[in-house]
């Protein structure tokens, strides 16, 4: 099945700064990966996703880039504020009739105002 | 469009107990999944459902039955709790993109 691993576990950034969240897959065949934000308590929520025809995206602050012949993926928050301050999770799918996520162990980020 | 709901939110259960975690999703959505949470662990695929009538297992089923009788609900059944199922358990309904989570389950195994 499905391995993503995702580093680092914990990161601290000084209000401004740029955080940059890292994962790798090992099949080849997953064509789907999001990125989920968690809040202390709540639900996971989608912030972002990129397809495996895609290199890049972006959307506001946000943007995740994909390399599938190294099977790595990655989030780049720009500009942090404190209220990204949360627990993040990568994730890699094989879209076909399912549609199971495999998760990263995801990383805490804590912005410092 | 309340998305995905579940029920309850917290529970209690004393080891050899047997319990029912509801989900349900109103976006006509064919696929659900249930995922466990623990801490350092990330999210882990129980079982999930591409339809209704259709179940299948995930990463870790053992312990947990599913039952797909409609598109709506996907009920996840503990069947002799265990302290190692102590967790917050996740449902999900998804189409072709993005998941949709319900607001979880914390569950206690004593």
Redesign the interface.
Known sequence: GENVEQHPSTLSVQEGDSAVIKCTYSDSASNYFPWYKQELGKRPQLIIDIRSNVGEKKDQRIAVTLNKTAKHFSLHITETQPEDSAVYFCAACYQTGANNLFFGTGTRLTVIP | NAGVTQTPKFQVLKTGQSMTLQCAQDMNH??M?W?RQDP??????IH?S?GAGIT?Q??VPNGYNVSRSTTEDFPLRLLSAAPSQTSVY?C?S?D????F????TRLTVV
């Open positions: 064919e696929y999944s995922y350092g662990m990330g999210l882990r695929l999930y591409v299948d995930g990463e996740f999900a998804s072709h993109g993005e998941a989570f319900g607001q979880g």
